[in-house]
C-alpha cells in the first residue's frame, strides 16, 4: 500500500496573519501595475516605446523593492540578502538573478550560477553570524623554498550553528542546492564534517490552482531516518519557495510523528513573498534566507516574475512516465559535480542504499 501525506492549501490559509494577507494584496497591486509594462515592452514597435516602457518598469520595479524592503523590516525570521548586507555587494546577487532568470542560460552555465548563488546565501546564513568567533587554521602550500611554506588564514568558525545540521532534500530540485551547503560546512569545518542527508520525495500536484492545491509527501520514495532528525537543526536548500506548501508538509509530518527540530532553515534563491510569511507563521524557530524577493504568485503558484522550472533546468527534464532515481539523478550531473561534491555524494547513496 502506497505511503502518501497530502497537506491541502487549505490547510495553510491559516497561518496568515492579517496584515500579511494587506501587505501580499497590496505588493500584488504593486506587480499587476508592473505587468503593464511587461506587456508593452513585449509589444513594442521601435526603440523608443519600448525604452520608454523599459523606463516605466525600472520605476515600478524600484517601488516594489522599496515596499517589501519596508514592509520586511519587523520580520526576523526572514531575510533577504539585498536587505541585510551592504551596498557594495547587492550588484553580484542582482546579476546572479538576472542571469538565472534569462531563458538563454543554458543548463551548464546554470548550475554554475546557482552554484555562485548558494555560496553567498551560505555566507550570509552561517558565515556572516560566526565572524566574532574566528579560527585560524594552517594550511600547506606547494612552496619548499626555502623549506617547505604554510598559511594562517582565519576563517569564520561555523561549527557551533553547523556541527547538529541535517541536511534535509525535497527532492528533486533541491538536491544539488543541498549537496552545495553541505559542501561549505564541510570546508568550514575544523574536522571536515559532512552532514548527514535525509531525502524527502514530494511535489505539488500541478494539475491543481494556487488556492486548491495539494502537497504530496511520498513516504515510499523517501529516505531518512525519523530518530536522527530530533533535537537536530535542519537546513533545507531549495532553489524556490513559492507557497511554502511543501516545506510545511514536511515538517507538520515530523512534529506529527514526535520530531521536534532544534530549528528549521530555510534557504533559496528566490522566495515569494507569501510563501516566505507562510513558513515562518507556521513552522516553529525557522528562518526563511533568499538571495532575492520575488512578490507575486499566479494563480498556478509560479513565482512571478521567476526564473522558470528551476528543477528542469538543474537537472534537466524526465522522459514522460519514466523519472529518474537518485542515483540516475546524481550520474547525470556528470563527474565535474559529481567529483566536486564526492562526500555529499557519497553521503546521499548511504542513506539511499541503506
Not at 20 to 41: F, H, P, R, T, W
Not at 113 to 139: G, M, P, W
Not at 212 to 241: Q, R, T
Request: some cysteine; charged content about 25%.
Amino acid at each position: 500500500m502506497s505511503r502518501k501525506v497530502i497537506l491541502h492549501a487549505t490547510d495553510l490559509d491559516g497561518f496568515l496573519k492579517d496584515e500579511d494577507k494587506k501587505m501580499i494584496s497590496e505588493v500584488g497591486n504593486l506587480y499587476e501595475k508592473s505587468l503593464e509594462a511587461c506587456a508593452a515592452i513585449d509589444s513594442a514597435t521601435n526603440s523608443e516605446v519600448r525604452s520608454a516602457a523599459e523606463k516605466d518598469l525600472i520605476e515600478k520595479s524600484d517601488n516594489i523593492g522599496s515596499f517589501l524592503e519596508k514592509s520586511l523590516e519587523n520580520e526576523p525570521h526572514i531575510h533577504v540578502y539585498c536587505f541585510e548586507t551592504p551596498d557594495e555587494l547587492h550588484g553580484a546577487a542582482s546579476r546572479l538573478i538576472a542571469k538565472l532568470r534569462d531563458p538563454k542560460t543554458g543548463h551548464e552555465e546554470f548550475l554554475y550560477y546557482i552554484q555562485r548563488a548558494y555560496e553567498l546565501l551560505f555566507a550570509h546564513a552561517f558565515a556572516d553570524n560566526s565572524l566574532h568567533t574566528k579560527r585560524s587554521i594552517v594550511t600547506k602550500t606547494p612552496v619548499t623554498n626555502p623549506c617547505r611554506n604554510y598559511a594562517v588564514h582565519r576563517i569564520p568558525n561555523t561549527e557551533g550553528i553547523t556541527k547538529d545540521a541535517v541536511m534535509c532534500v525535497m527532492l528533486r530540485g533541491a538536491l544539488l542546492p543541498s549537496m552545495i551547503i553541505s559542501k561549505e560546512i564541510q570546508d568550514y569545518s575544523a574536522d571536515g564534517h559532512v552532514t548527514p542527508f535525509a531525502l524527502f520525495k514530494i511535489k505539488r500536484d500541478e494539475s491543481k490552482k494556487e488556492s486548491n492545491m495539494d502537497y504530496v509527501l511520498d513516504l515510499d520514495k523517501s529516505f531518512f531516518n525519523l530518530k536522527e532528525l530530533d533535537g537536530k537543526d535542519l537546513i533545507f536548500a531549495d532553489p524556490m519557495n513559492a507557497t511554502g506548501g511543501s516545506l510545511v508538509t514536511i515538517i507538520k509530518y515530523l512534529t506529527d510523528n514526535g520530531i521536534k527540530p532544534r530549528c528549521v532553515k530555510f534557504i533559496n534563491v528566490i522566495s515569494a513573498l507569501k510563501g516566505a510569511l507562510r513558513i515562518v507563521r507556521a513552522v516553529e524557530n525557522c528562518d526563511v534566507y533568499t538571495l532575492w524577493m520575488d512578490p507575486y504568485l499566479n494563480d498556478a503558484a509560479y513565482i512571478l516574475p521567476g526564473l522558470g522550472d528551476a528543477g528542469d533546468r538543474l537537472n534537466g527534464v524526465d522522459l514522460p512516465g519514466n523519472p529518474r532515481n537518485m542515483i540516475q539523478l546524481i550520474a547525470d550531473y556528470g563527474s565535474t559535480i559529481t567529483n566536486l561534491y564526492r562526500d555529499q555524494v557519497k553521503k546521499i547513496e548511504e542513506t539511499v542504499l541503506s
